[in-house]
């Protein structure tokens, strides 16, 4: 994440450059970012999108319909690459784009300079901001390339340095992700695989169950993945651990594909759950950033369960609810910590509440909301010969 300081140069070059509004993925790598656009209050608006691609395509069609310089706003690294499609389209129709991408942080030695060598394969150049004190100048010229030539133009932004800014902390109180994956670790069935999304950091289970790492790159491969094995082997349990921007980036669309093939499952149980930190953004005054997605509501309308927990005591009864459903269950769980950290099970009575049905909605339980790498493939017996399919 780039420097407070840095982030208001850049913002306030933007408003300089009478640019109305940034289209963005509110990621954490970004966060001083879209602080400092909030912070202008909405001069330039900042305008949350679901994934870096929709944010370049946004930021064409911004440029297409107004005839000026469209900007979007993603994270760097891997994750990258998800605005390529869009700055090619960008390039390929004439239309003037700034891509800005915040470097997530310290990388390996292997994708150093990984952000810039992606951008520049469908960019008219790329600057990139080692010295701070050059920012403004260099989104000034940034804006103006892309202007004079009629092409997207990249804008790298370094994370700061160890004694730089200080990400701060969310108020919001949620289920600890280290208890979630405890009270998983208990329940485990010995025969079930575990599908862990490949931007997660590194998730200790304490069980013998096949445990796999998604593919690297854009969040929400654990789902694909966690169909795939399912199919594979029909009678296995599988559970996918995503993030909630991997199920808005891919896992909304293919929980559609798990409700047409789950009738030939002989066993049912394919729970995916979800680690929902409500984007991990909030505005001033914890007016939400971006939309907080009912993921377990959208499966109970595809005829999936679905479960939403915000309380930590209830943690282990929905894993036994979802583990023990009749069809596929997404589990929707409402946290702020990712990595597997310090917790306790202190100040329950003060942590939330789980949602209640909606009107008009029958639900299965009180807490049923209405509405890098290959894979690490560890001891288990073999996937199976698959499933027949649907039709």
């Not at 640019?19 to 001083?32: D, K, L, M, N």
């Not at 004439?94 to 292997?110: I, K, R």
């Not at 009107?359 to 493939?377: F, H, K």
Request: proline letters at 10%.
């Amino acid at each position: 994440m780039p420097d407070p300081s840095v982030a208001d140069a850049v913002v306030d070059r933007l408003l300089a450059g009478r640019i109305p509004r940034v289209f963005g993925h509110p990621e954490e790598a970004a966060t001083a970012l879209v602080e400092a656009l909030d912070a202008a209050g909405g001069d330039p608006e900042f305008v949350p999108v679901r994934n870096a691609e929709c944010a370049a395509v946004m930021a064409a069609g911004h440029a297409r319909f107004t005839g000026g310089p469209g900007v979007c706003l993603a994270v760097g690294g891997v994750a990258a690459a998800g605005l390529l499609a869009g700055l090619d389209a960008a390039r390929g129709t004439g239309l003037p784009v700034l891509a800005v991408v915040a470097e997530p942080g310290p990388v390996p030695d292997d994708e150093v300079g990984l952000t810039t060598r992606l951008l520049a394969e469908v960019c008219h150049g790329v600057r990139y901001a080692a010295d701070p004190v050059r920012v403004p100048e260099l989104v000034d010229e940034a804006l103006r390339v892309a202007a004079h030539v009629r092409r997207p133009v990249g804008l790298v932004l370094p994370p700061p340095s160890p004694v730089g800014g200080v990400q701060a902390a969310s108020p919001r109180a949620a289920t600890d992700g280290r208890w979630i994956l405890d009270e998983l670790s208990a329940r485990l069935p010995p025969d079930g695989a575990v599908i862990v999304d490949g931007t997660l950091p590194a998730v200790h289970l304490k069980t013998t169950a096949h445990v796999v790492v998604g593919p690297a790159g854009p969040p929400g491969g654990a789902l694909p993945y966690a169909v795939a094995a399912k199919l594979a082997d029909p009678d296995r349990p599988v559970i996918a651990l995503v993030t909630d921007e991997g199920m808005r980036s891919q896992g909304l669309g293919e929980l559609v594909t798990v409700s047409r093939w789950r009738s030939v499952w002989p066993d049912p149980r394919l729970v995916v759950l979800v680690f929902n930190k409500r984007s991990g953004h909030l505005r001033r005054g914890d007016r939400p950033m971006t939309d907080d997605v009912p993921y377990a509501g959208w499966a109970r309308l595809l005829g999936l369960h679905g479960v939403r927990v915000d309380r930590p005591e209830l943690v282990g009864v929905a894993w036994d609810e979802a583990l023990t459903a009749d069809r596929p269950c997404v589990l929707e769980m409402v946290t702020d910590a990712l990595l597997p950290g310090p917790w306790n099970r202190q100040g329950w009575d003060n942590i939330g509440h789980v949602a209640a049905p909606g009107d008009g909605e029958t639900a299965g339980s009180p807490m049923v909301l209405d509405g890098n790498g290959a894979p690490a493939m560890a001891a288990g017996r073999c996937w199976g010969e698959g499933a027949r399919s649907p039709d």
